[in-house]
T-cell receptor, first 114, second 111 residues
Framework: EPEVTQTPSHQVTQMGQEVILHCVPI?????FYWYRQILGQKVEFLVS????????KSEIFDDQFSVERPDGSNFTLKIRSTKLEDSAMYFC????????????FGSGTRLTVV | GQNIDQPTEMTATEGAIVQINCTYQ??????LFWYQQHAGEAPTFLSY????GLEEKGRFSSFLSRSKGYSYLLLKELQMKDSASYLC????????????FGTGTRLTVIP
């Protein structure tokens, strides 16, 4: 069964440092998403991406965040200057076209900012 | 905006049936999804409803009433491995049809 692959599985970084989280969506999917989940809290929408540009973004996705699809397969989330409150699990998801197409999530990157 | 409510925790006995409710108020609605999430893992897809009524899929069924802004997930013949969080999520009407999650219901199955 096709998978969404995320790397690294764990990332520890110092406050103020830049991090890039990597995702390889399912190859024939066209819509890509980033979500985050702070420990013990709900899964929160960050941003959606379609046709090589941001489709929508939430209030969480401020100027410190950016996304890129640098080639035909990777989809990255960059946090420019990490804060302690950025510590969370970050999930990438993708979906195909079609009304009933489900959203497939990657296994996540656990980001810890110290 | 999106407002999606679920009970925080539920406990049920192995072999029993449990119903997890979800109510929502959203600015745009384009379907409701249920996901299962084990601790520290990714959400995995369980079911999808866009029209009113019941969708059955093995031991899992999901019901939707759009007029009431209400859905439930029904789990039958509970097994210990069903202990997990169950996430209700609503898809919006924006271009990318973003998915918005409720807080999740943590289900504990006891022997």
């Amino acid at each position: 069964e096709p998978e969404v692959t995320q790397t690294p599985s764990h990332q520890v970084t110092q406050m103020g440092q830049e991090v890039i989280l990597h995702c390889v969506p399912i190859s024939n999917h066209l819509y890509f998403y980033w979500y985050r989940q702070i420990l013990g809290q709900k899964v929160e929408f960050l941003v959606s991406f379609y046709n090589n540009e941001i489709s929508e973004k939430s209030e969480i996705f401020d100027d410190q965040f950016s996304v890129e699809r640098p080639d035909g397969s990777n989809f990255t989330l960059k946090i420019r200057s990490t804060k302690l409150e950025d510590s969370a699990m970050y999930f990438c998801a993708s979906r195909g076209t079609g009304r009933s197409s489900s959203y497939t999530f990657g296994s996540g990157t656990r980001l810890t900012v110290v | 905006g999106q407002n999606i409510d679920q009970p925080t925790e539920m406990t049920a006995t192995e072999g029993a049936i449990v119903q997890i409710n979800c109510t929502y108020q959203t600015s745009g609605f384009n379907g409701l999804f249920w996901y299962q999430q084990h601790a520290g893992e990714a959400p995995t897809f369980l079911s999808y409803n866009v029209l009113d009524g019941l969708e059955e899929k093995g031991r899992f069924s999901s019901f939707l009433s759009r007029s009431k802004g209400y859905s439930y997930l029904l789990l039958k013949e509970l097994q210990m491995k069903d202990s997990a969080s169950y996430l209700c999520a609503v898809r919006d009407l924006t271009g990318a049809n973003n998915l918005f999650f409720g807080t999740g219901t943590r289900l504990t199955v006891i022997p």
